[in-house]
T-cell receptor, first 115, second 113 residues
Framework: DTGVSQDPRHKITKRGQNVTFRCDPI?????LYWYRQTLGQGPEFLTY????????KSRLLSDRFSAERPKGSFSTLEIQRTEQGDSAMYLC?????????????FGSGTQLSVL | QQQVKQSPQSLIVQKGGIPIINCAYE??????FPWYQQFPGKGPALLIA?????SEKKEGRFTISFNKSAKQFSLHIMDSQPGDSATYFC????????????FGTGTKLQVIP
């Protein structure tokens, strides 16, 4: 169990630029999630994948956001035309679905700062 | 709409003290209540969880108390240590499906030696 890995750990960008984050879940986990955490708040659900299928998207995920999980392995989250309000910690989590006490394992996140 | 309310926002206790963090939820469809611990620069990590069919659960120094009728639950940390200094989040979700978790706003705990 090598844990959930996220890259990059930090990203500074200018408003209007596009950014892409990567998440590598725990290898045997079939479920993958993206959450967003702003300063002083708890994480908020953004989207969920079961294998390669994106099964739910939060209304927080505007059309500038797109997430993919090709082949049900790693996932990417892209933000187009970034805005200052996008500044946050983007957390990826994974889990093994179907377990009685399914546990979420979070990565250390990508801290995005939009200038 | 904040579905899980958490208090206090911050807490300072001396080593050996018993910090208590309280949460309340609104959605009666929630039936799984985990607590997460987060250190600076890290993602949240599951600490302990409870389902509403029990009123208390203990794991090591951590205890969850659950009051279904009041829709409230709390975390107690026995014999707190400086290494427990972290931000704690209560959370809630519906079991039987994927982990769409609703988090509280967090409590920053500082344990003074």
């Amino acid at each position: 169990d090598t844990g959930v890995s996220q890259d990059p750990r930090h990203k500074i960008t200018k408003r209007g630029q596009n950014v892409t984050f990567r998440c590598d879940p725990i290898s045997e986990h079939n479920r993958l999630y993206w959450y967003r955490q702003t300063l002083g708040q708890g994480p908020e659900f953004l989207t969920y994948f079961q294998n390669e299928a994106q099964l739910e998207k939060s209304r927080l995920l505007s059309d500038r956001f797109s997430a993919e999980r090709p082949k049900g392995s790693f996932s990417t989250l892209e933000i187009q035309r970034t805005e200052q309000g996008d500044s946050a910690m983007y957390l990826c989590a994974s889990s093994l679905g179907g377990m009685a006490n399914e546990k979420l394992f979070f990565g250390s996140g990508t801290q995005l700062s939009v200038l | 709409q904040q579905q899980v309310k958490q208090s206090p926002q911050s807490l300072i206790v001396q080593k050996g003290g018993i910090p208590i963090i309280n949460c309340a939820y609104e959605n009666t469809a929630f039936d799984y209540f985990p607590w997460y611990q987060q250190f600076p620069g890290k993602g949240p990590a599951l600490l302990i969880a409870i389902r509403p069919d029990v009123s208390e659960k203990k794991e090591g120094r951590f205890t969850i108390s659950f009051n279904k009728s009041a829709k409230q639950f709390s975390l107690h940390i026995m014999d707190s240590q400086p290494g427990d200094s972290a931000t704690y989040f209560c959370a809630a979700s519906k079991s039987g499906g994927y982990q769409k978790v609703t988090f509280g706003t967090g409590t920053k705990l500082q344990v003074i030696p």
